[in-house]
């Protein structure tokens, strides 16, 4: 048998099976579930998942005691009683995860828009990063500054001030536009009642922590104080941190900053914070010590 002869057997048995394999329609024995109308239709608007309070998002079903544990989900934001179906996460719950995760993406490339230190009344300069990739690429780049920026620093800061005010866009561009602004208004006031006198704000792009110590090398200040972007999380996209280091200087020790963190509108606001840092600041130039000296002192 040659394979033409084959192929035609082949194709003759095959013919024959063709009306058992197809068989008889499909009937379910029971009727499958239907079609529910969602009252979404193209171009309706779908509720945003990222309003929803995560402190309040509670959709573990039958709990054995959902008052005590609500209570207790109250005090934090962790993604505690996110319920599951079968194996998996809620729907609910993935669609969140995936907003907020693309929110803390958004905040780390996205940036400080151009006008943005001029509008708020500081001197804009930039680190010798060239762009974002380069500041998340090379840290060290966004610690220093060129001797044109520098030049801007010298020119339009008075020499030594006792109180230098440094905000950086940092790894949140997102923290900075909604807490720094109102942030630091507090703080100049509260710098102004305690009679602290302060060279004019610095708005640092591609601005690392470190670069506040460049700013302290340039104009002889005794104390800078840093507001930066902090690194997005799940929480929120949006915290912002400052940084106090009592006479700062290229190569100080990490040990010698004070910080204060989570200043957004779900942990410390941006108003209080102000507040809050230029009583700290108070107390770091009478005790001419910050970080970790600040607390040896304290104990004392």
């Keep these: 048998m040659n394979k033409e002869q084959l192929t035609a057997l082949v194709a003759e048995i095959l013919g024959q099976m063709e009306p058992q394999v197809k068989g008889s ?16 239709h193209d171009g309706d608007f779908v509720e945003d998942v990222t309003e929803l309070d995560l402190r309040k998002l509670y959709l573990t079903e ?15 934001p962790a993604r505690l009683g996110s319920g599951k179906a079968g194996p998996r996460y809620k729907t609910l719950t993935m669609l ?13 490339f ?7 230190g001029e509008k708020n009344g500081m001197i804009c300069v930039q680190t010798r990063c060239r762009d974002k990739d ?3 690429t090379r840290p060290d780049m966004g610690r220093t500054f060129d001797e044109e920026n520098i030049g801007i620093i010298r020119q339009n800061v008075p020499k030594s001030p006792v109180v230098q005010i440094v905000v950086g866009d940092g790894l949140s561009s997102a923290a900075i536009t909604a807490n720094a602004p109102n942030c630091l208004a507090a703080l100049l006031d509260g710098l102004k009642l305690r009679h602290i006198d302060t060279g004019k704000p610095i708005f640092v792009r591609y601005c690392r922590v470190g670069a506040g110590d460049a700013v302290g ?16 999380g799940l929480v929120t996209d ?5 940084y106090i280091t009592y006479k700062p200087r290229t190569g100080v020790s990490e040990s010698s900053r004070t910080v204060v963190s989570n200043i957004h509108a779900q942990g410390t606001p941006a108003v209080e914070a102000g507040a809050h840092i230029a009583e700290l600041i108070e107390t770091i130039l009478k005790r001419k010590v910050s970080g970790v000296g600040l607390h040896l002192e304290a104990a004392r």
Excluded: I, N, W
């Design 238 to 242: 949006k915290s912002m941190s400052a």
């Design 134 to 136: 380069e500041y998340l």
């Design 217 to 232: 090398d340039v104009t002889g200040c005794e104390l800078v104080c840093v507001l930066v972007g902090e690194r997005p």
């Design 96 to 108: 969140r995860f995936r907003a907020d995760h693309a929110a803390a993406q958004d905040a780390v």
């Design 62 to 76: 039958d709990p054995a005691d959902k008052e005590r544990f609500a209570r207790m989900k109250a005090k934090t």
């Design 110 to 116: 996205s940036q400080v828009p151009e006008d943005f």
């Design 25 to 40: 329609d499909y009937r379910p024995t029971e009727p499958g579930p239907q079609p529910v109308d969602t009252h979404h």
